[in-house]
């Protein structure tokens, strides 16, 4: 090539898929480039719409089917289950995509119903859906432990392959510029992307936030809004769950005016309700609330996605929840609730059904709260397993509730299972092992096992010392838990030692709000 400019526009000539060759001539060639190719296909058997399965093939097919589950059953019994799952899961929305490659198509080469810029359009996003799903196969090549808690969730998290059906919001996009170079180079940061959310998507935060950070600078440089307001939207996530919050506030923000400039409203209303939250895990319970209405608003513009909805009304009742207004967490829940059960098949049903039970627990309904517990774990069972950490939570929980019943042993039966499922998952030091031991001592207590109970109890607060300060509220609530074990054994003893314990958190307590706190009491 004489000149690197035209390599480069040699490269987007060989990048763009030769079967519609016609997008970048003018309307009037287009229309007529669709029509003939309609009068063509009616001349001719040919298919001319039969490329999806080759073009995904490099990404999800027999061969990488086979080293996604050898990799996974490399990790043992539980490997084997997520394995399946995991290779179903992927086989659906591959099939999904393929369906979605041959409608796109015919719609425009056997029909003629579609104009070729859309056609372009949504082969594009196609493609984008297609690069995503390759870089997470990627990581799936690179099996840990800690991938098994993720990797199903991971697969859920993938961009729907409806969105490329959106026909608004394909248009309403900013184009790409016309630069080839300029092409090339987003095509580049567009692959740098996708590596950097399936490493999100797997929990790999450290590793997202390495590739997000300056690539969210290139695509500020590149000057393309759509691709900065989702890369500058992955590096404020990155940022708040890896506890950098006042980072993320930022972030956040500066993703809504990049999403507003791309004209983008799912990120737009992402941006705004992903900020409540940041504002609320600051304690900035009235800066978030003074964005309900923006977010509420940006999330109903987009009208054919209810999970950015059910979303809203989920963050602002956990900021409800947070400030004991239990009626107004409640009502949010229900709301969330409602608009969650409009997608049957997402994830976001079971937290939904988990949030409202919880609600109905603080607002004294602990009879209801127990059957939308039992169906958000019937959901989980279906979509996660029965070995995944999220179980846990609800097999804790339906623990908690059974000993306020008076049923000891289903209690002890729920609370056993969580502390082995989180065992499993992360480890005998992993610290939500102590979720579980805690209140399952006090189930062994009431139940007679004293030495079962103090078994456990000394396993949440060894657990607790070993992963928080010293000085931890939790270490003190641990300390209350073995001081009533130890009064509970009567014992010169044991009561010599619940005096000591009950010090000791009395110290800590005091530490930390002060000697007058009626906490103290």
């Known amino acids: 090539f004489p000149t690197m400019h035209a390599l480069l526009a040699a490269l987007e000539r060989a990048r763009r898929p030769a079967r519609w060759p016609w997008f970048a001539l003018g309307g009037v060639i287009v229309a007529a480039a669709t029509a003939a190719a309609v009068l063509i296909l009616r001349g001719d058997d040919r298919d001319p719409c039969t490329g999806g399965e080759h073009r ?106 409806t969105a490329c059906d959106d026909d608004a919001h394909l248009r309403a996009a900013i184009p790409l510029p016309p630069d080839p170079a300029v092409r090339a180079k987003i095509a580049l940061l567009e692959e740098k992307f996708a590596e950097a959310r399936s490493y999100d998507l797997l929990g790999r935060y450290p590793e997202a936030h390495a590739i997000s950070t300056p690539l969210a600078a290139e695509a ?45 409203d799912v990120r737009i209303a992402q941006s705004w309700i992903d900020l409540m939250n940041v504002l609320a895990a600051q304690g900035k319970y009235a800066d978030a609330l003074e964005l309900v209405t923006v977010a509420r608003t940006a999330a109903e513009r987009v009208s054919d996605s209810p999970e950015l909805g059910a979303r809203c009304a989920n963050t602002l009742a956990g900021i409800y929840q947070s400030q004991g207004k239990y009626p107004e967490a409640r009502a949010e829940y229900e709301k969330a609730l409602a608009l969650a059960k409009q997608q049957p098949g997402s994830i976001i049903l079971g937290h939904a059904l988990h949030n409202m039970a919880i609600a109905l627990w603080t607002t004294g309904d602990p009879a209801e709260a127990k059957t939308y517990f039992t169906e958000a774990r019937g959901v989980f069972l279906e979509q996660l397993g029965p070995r995944h950490p999220t179980i846990a939570y609800l ?32 480890g005998e030091d992993h610290i939500d092992v102590a979720l579980a031991y805690e209140p399952l001592s006090w189930a062994l207590m009431r139940s007679g096992d004293l030495p079962g109970a103090r078994a456990a109890a000394e396993t949440a607060l060894r657990v607790r010392k070993a992963k928080l300060d010293p000085d931890h509220p939790l270490i003190a609530q641990s300390l209350l838990y073995l001081a009533e074990i130890d009064s509970a054994e009567g014992t010169p003893a044991s009561l010599a030692s619940a005096t000591a314990r009950l010090a000791d958190a009395l110290a800590i307590q005091e530490a930390r709000l002060g000697p007058d706190d009626i906490a103290l009491v």
């Open 395 to 426: 097999e804790r929980n339906l623990g908690d509730l059974a000993t306020r019943e008076g049923d000891l042993p289903a209690a002890i039966e729920h609370l056993e299972q969580a502390a082995s499922i989180w065992e499993e998952a992360g």
């Open 56 to 161: 995904l093939a490099g990404a999800w097919g027999r061969d990488r089917r086979a080293a996604v589950t050898q990799a996974f059953h490399s990790l043992g019994a539980r490997g084997d289950d997520v394995a399946g799952r995991v290779a179903d899961d992927l086989d659906d929305y591959a099939a999904t995509w393929v369906t979605a490659h041959r409608t796109t198509c015919e719609a425009t080469r056997v029909r003629g119903e579609q104009t070729a810029e859309l056609l372009d359009l949504r082969m594009r996003c196609l493609d984008r859906l297609r690069t995503e799903l390759d870089a997470l196969i990627d990581r799936f090549g690179e099996p840990t432990p800690s991938m098994l808690d993720q990797a199903v969730d991971a697969v859920a998290g993938l961009e729907r392959v």
């Open 220 to 264: 500020k440089a590149v000057g393309y809004p759509p691709l900065e307001a989702k890369t500058i939207l992955l590096r404020a996530g990155n940022e708040y769950r890896s506890g950098e919050l006042v980072p993320a506030e930022a972030s956040y923000r500066a993703a809504a005016e990049a999403a507003a400039r791309a004209r983008d």
